[in-house]
């Protein structure tokens, strides 16, 4: 059996699960698992979930050999060393993930930020493929971004390249979670759309009527999932909502593009899952926006992975830094 | 003699003038000249004033040998071809400037964007010597900007990465010359500032005494030049309109921490150069509103070349294709 039919497992880990996928050369996933991880733990709690999860989801039913495994952590990370500077979801600091999980499941571990993963895996399997400049924007509960320049991953001087869910797209705007006024993410993000749903329906609450009753009446309720629900039926105020999400999507998308001059954009996310229109809206408006020289190249498309981009992206992540060292994955 | 001692020359080419200078192996000017250009001849008219401050102002007074040109363009080049593939303020379109210098004057000729040469200036011999990461602001009658990221100059996916002027930061903010609103050149380049002091003398006529004393009584005279002396001089009304422009700056430069995460953000340009001050209240306020991540490795600093940039840069992009190709220039 050679390295062509091998397969190497990627990991998405967050603050309240880690998934892992076993995936072969083509960023198809052929298994794995999915566990609620604990971070009340502490850090060996979670390291601990993380181990049961490659072991029990994914080696224990591995029918080709395993490379080794990256992981795609919801943090700051060292790539080279494979430390986790910052997690604050998983209440890890300077937590030395690579060494600890090498010697627990004796392979090689490559060690990644999860917005970063993610955007190697639309990059190399789906949305993204052959592109050279990309920018992969995920619309969640906040907002991820990653890009690809020149056929590389940008990093930056500390790793955090990429954080343009906090592109400001109004100074004076509302309050975003990271404490500046008026982030994309403010407006956009599941959360942000959450908020303005229910600042709606407590203005205009006969408007509202259809968004109450889908959130069981209490307004408290409302997310963006139901938002989204109310728009496929028709609701005139969720369509409201959807339609100004897609025009702030857009001028972020402006101010992207005529930063990173991309040739695409790749719209990602559980919202963008559950309201796929907003990614022709903020297309259009990017086009009212961009300066005609960044749109003159310029795809605006879904993200092709689902929610499988952040499982694939850290196990092309761990195949690419195999063959890098010289192991003949590739 | 070897290439040690050597010269390029380096060119910033726009729309009413050409400047040019012999530039050593460190990046020191050692002559050169500067001539107006006119548009208004046509193509083959620009490209004769560019030959004859190449051979006059230049070629004529080398006391070194001379291995190449860079010549930086106000417009969008293919650096491949060398050819100029867009310049509104020269009238080119489509125009074959690295084929056609070459024929002329007998050297090899490279072809960059004239703020991306600017940039690759501050990096490898001014502000930004040693960063890996870096992105530049380029505030004069426009805002242009320039990116370094893992060590490269990015262009994107069209060669025009880098336009940081027209990042939103109110999507319901002023017009901007690119047609989109509220960009931070619509708050913080020379003519926004002009506009600015303009809309502001007009509303309060005795606070704005000075200014329109200092445009020679006619408020449409007034420009940002005017606005710096005025405010250098202790007028309150001007200093009001630098304070605001520094933050506008500094709301851009915080979207900018945050989407490249670059070690050195470098601020160059006339307005900054007239107005210093500026680098200081960009800081403060993109500390106030940046990531904390995208804040710690972060230095804000003033541009180390003032308006060589652009020629050492060219100069230095010349020279640094001449090694690649194996010319043994380095």
Sequence with gaps: MTGDEALTIGVDLGGTKVEAGLVDRRGKVLGGGR??????????????DLVACLAEDCLASAERPVLGVGVGVAGQVDPETGTVLRAPNLEWSDFPLKAQLEEAIDLPVFVIND????TYGEWTCGAGRGAQDLVCLFVGTGIGGGVVSHGSLIRGCGGTAGELGHTTLDW???KCTCGNRGCLEAFAAGWAIARRAQDAVAEEPDEGRTLIALAGGASDNLTAEVVAQAARDGDPLA??????????????VASIANAFNPCKVILGGGVIEGMP???????????????????????VVRAGLG???GTVGAAMWARRNLATAGSGAE
């Design 35 to 48: 566990r609620p991880t604990g971070p009340e733990r502490g850090p060996d709690g979670i390291l601990a």
């Design 115 to 118: 917005v970063q993963a993610a």
């Design 172 to 174: 004076h705007g509302p």
């Design 239 to 252: 369509g409201r909502l959807m339609r100004e999400t897609g025009e702030a999507l857009g001028v972020g």
């Design 277 to 299: 229109e907003l990614v022709g809206m903020a297309e259009a408006e990017a086009r009212r926006r961009a300066l005609e020289a960044a749109l003159r190249s310029l795809e």
């Design 307 to 309: 929610r499988h981009a």
